[in-house]
């Protein structure tokens, strides 16, 4: 229903507009723009509220945009989050996630084995059925063995690197990661591509702004509609920024990496704007996952009023800064209370490129153009996952726990904390609590902190459960897993010899093949 | 200096503008508008963060005037607060403090001797000197018997109460608070002004806001300067709304108020338009201490990502939401880092009346003129007081804490908790913690939620400590501390039989007169 809805939406687009001509004379469909971010909080930006309010054009996007305080990833941790926000797809389905352990968050580092299955249909894949280029800049993160490389699941162009820029390393160990032009590596971290580890410093934002702007550019001069995914790493430890930024901020080194990608979207809209092509322009920006509060204060964000961070379930985990712009569509200084997740962006662009998505097999996200143009709210659930395991579901204004975990004391004692600062008790347990009967319930409205479960006895507490058991059930029986690609590591499939590596004389040989069960701690 | 800088001020604004005549053709200052709220957090307002984002109106406020997210109250309670509000004089100058315990917060509860001293000079008596007309609308909290009233202390005209809206009461043990109209009562809460304990329904709000709107047209009708201090209480437990309000908030109870609050200030603001002087008035929105966390989530609001609540010197129980707003005057759209102190907009007021703050006493509140009306910035110390005792200082970005307590751990253990869901080890302390050697320093802009003490052993720890040093020697060698107010209690002195009380039937008979030492748990 919500693929029709999308499709009758683009026509009726169509119809009420002074319809963008492309180079055949015919109409044209938007532009996409998803400007994803890495570890960046909900309350990073001056409009959540961030006490030191360096983010004027994030802020400004806000005020001529919608903004969506509701907003949810599909996962706590970067790899499943950014699989869902390209196959429209719970990780459960889509295969990223882990069985090696109950409730175990698992990801893509370098000694990975698995990636995005072939069986994935891709956002950018689907958008060439309607002569869309795309183009990935940043961090891919869907697996970095040939056979996941970006270019063979839908996108035409791709700067940025498949794993996230940990390191320094020295090559022996593990090799440090290859930075990809298109087909081949053209550099790694902290050889070609430098990150200061001491001073903060590297110049990759810059770089990354630069990708966008001449796609955009050549895209806009080439008449043809264009899909960019903006996967920018910057507030990820270890946090950079480069030179003109370092050092600005009010909040350390993780502000300036905010302020230098403030200052890029800025120019990034601005150039639409000279371009003239806002109007036919659908941009997005929102986050991978909550902010990072391990690496705070130096190197992490902020979850504004929500519990803890990455890694969990709670809101601080897993919602995120949104906000919607198209000037001249999308109506200005709005806030839409729709739930919205990051699977949205998958069906609402195919929706705004005219396409239905593919009806053989589930799709989660919702075409969330209704709630962008019309102001309409659809009840719909946000579930709430680690690896296999259904954590807490919301609905409407309530959120139900069936699970409660951070990490495991042994990990806590070590000072490994997701919630520093923060203690509910019962809440933010240490051992893995199961809730499927009872399970705790808040009110995220009057209790956006989720410090204050309902009583099990109160009568809101029953008619909630009424309403969100249903919903649960529905889910899990006709929830079919699919096969899990985070289970498998070997320390010979890591990065030693990307294609390219020949030309640039970067080849490492590397080890023995040891197929074994990643460790995912929790 | 201060003083002389905010005559210039004046000066400067009556060459600069077309000067506003009085009826008298004398150019007229301009009209001073302060929005005090009750309890209400930084995190209450939708431009703060608030994530159900009901507060348009204040929102739009923000937008049209500029954004003090660095704003302070000189004390965690409403009396101190009041007091310091209107003397630009801390407590421990005014004499709102109590020395029966350390470190404890005092108000004025009925059986309070005390109150605002005849030597303290207030606002509204200073601005009578440059013509104004004052009124105070809400709650008074400077003391509750004859010779503290609000007429005595310069305001001439005064609707609403001189204590909390506690109760009810059966008139037995204690009376109902009066409701005053300038000199006499004219009915009690609860019977002639009833609040609907188990609804939250009142009609409160309303009556403040027509209690506002009525002067202020009267004033313009006169073409007189005026001074409007609305200190309206509906986010103070016992919470309450009016019938069109209740339950409309995404945030229960709390926002319903909120949502009035914000509705009346559209009103008000509205009217300022209407009359053609938004450019000669001057609106200040702000509130007297932290959201009240124990009343939550039902009574109390958000402190949005900061540490506890009212009560507490953390930086939920001071830091204040704060909008000026001056169309024409105060550039739109503009935040100031400008630490600001509630004390602030006594001289702040001043300086707009073209008048100099007195100059037989210490006062502690700065003109903002210059960095409303210019962008300064200008170097202060915050000083966090509990009672006698100065727990902390913030002094730029960095908040050195000399003592640390959030209540007993005899109160904590019966449910008293002013952090609820927040647990900083060694910082929200159950005893008093003495650091006055070695303060606990916090860079507020890295963290905010002060989660994260500097090491002492830092350089940065090091050269902070070196500044914050002299500035808390000097204060502390400096002071003279006004003899305590809030020390002795007695039954006799509640609101038995007000002025006003026989017209309406409503005089009660004081029990025998037995001073005693006023009890301050925390």
Redesign the interface.
């Known amino acids: 229903m919500a693929a029709v809805a999308a499709a009758m939406r683009w026509r009726l687009l169509q119809v009420i507009s002074v319809a963008v001509l492309g180079a055949s004379g015919t109409p044209q469909p938007p532009n996409i723009l998803l400007l994803l971010m890495d570890d960046m909080g909900w ?1 990073d930006l ?8 360096e983010t004027p054009n994030l802020d400004r996007m806000a ?1 001529e945009g919608m ?1 969506f ?2 907003f949810y990833t599909a996962n706590p941790l970067c790899s499943p989050s950014r699989a869902a926000l390209l196959t429209g797809r719970l990780p459960i389905r889509n295969g990223f996630y882990t069985t090696n352990g109950q409730a175990r968050n698992a990801y893509t580092p370098q000694e990975v084995v698995g990636g995005i299955p072939d069986t994935e249909l891709l956002l950018p894949e689907l958008l060439k059925g309607a002569g869309y280029v795309s183009k990935i800049v940043g961090k891919w993160h869907l697996g970095h063995r040939p056979r996941f490389h970006p270019l063979k699941h839908g996108f035409d162009e791709w700067f940025g690197s498949p794993n996230c820029h940990f390191g320094p390393y020295d090559n022996r160990a593990r090799p440090n990661i290859p930075v990809y032009r298109d087909w081949e590596m053209v550099g790694r971290f902290y050889e070609e591509f430098p990150i200061n580890h001491k001073t903060g410093e590297a110049n990759l934002t810059q770089i990354y702004l630069q990708e966008a702007l001449d796609f955009i550019k050549r895209q806009q001069a080439a008449q043809r509609p264009f899909f960019l995914y903006w996967a920018i790493d910057a507030t990820h430890a270890p946090v950079y920024a480069s030179k003109p930024f370092l050092g600005t ?4 080194r ?2 300036d990496a905010v302020r230098e990608i403030d200052d890029s979207v800025g120019k990034i809209l601005n150039l639409l704007q000279d371009l003239r092509i806002v109007e036919n322009t659908f941009v997005f920006f929102t986050s991978d996952n909550g902010a990072a509060l391990i690496s ?3 190197e992490g964000g ?1 979850n ?2 929500f ?1 803890c961070g990455k890694q969990t379930t709670f809101e601080g985990g897993m919602r995120e800064p949104a906000i919607a712009w198209w000037p001249g569509r999308i109506p200005a200084g709005q ?1 839409s ?1 729709q739930l919205g997740s990051i699977m949205d962006l998958f069906t609402t662009s195919l929706s705004l490129a005219g396409l239905e998505p593919p009806s053989d097999r589930v799709i989660d996200g919702l075409d969330l153009l209704p709630a962008m143009l019309q102001g309409q709210l659809m009840e719909r659930p946000i579930f709430y996952y680690r690896g296999n395991t259904l954590m807490a579901v919301t609905l409407g ?1 309530y959120k139900a726990h069936f699970w409660t975990w951070t990490n495991s004391w042994e990990e806590f004692r070590q000072g490994v904390d997701f919630c ?5 008790s019962g809440v933010t347990t240490h051992t893995q609590e199961e809730h499927t009967k009872l399970p705790l319930i808040f ?10 479960p309902l009583s099990f006895a109160s009568t809101e507490y029953l008619n909630v459960l009424d309403r969100i058991t249903p919903v649960v059930q529905q889910h899990q029986e006709a929830l079919v897993p699919g096969q899990p690609q985070l289970n498998v590591c070997n320390q010979a499939v890591m990065n030693w010899a990307p294609p390219g590596c020949e030309k640039l004389g970067k080849c490492l040989t590397p080890p023995e093949s040891v197929p074994e069960k990643c460790s995912w701690p929790h």
Chains 1, 2 share one sequence.
């Open positions: 309350g001056g409009v959540y509220g961030e006490p030191s309010r005020a903004l305080p509701n901020s009010q909040r350390g993780y502000g705070a204060p130096k902020s504004g009023p519990l806030v209370h204004q520093p600062g923060q203690n509910v009110h995220l409205g009057r209790d956006p902190g989720e410090r204050y």
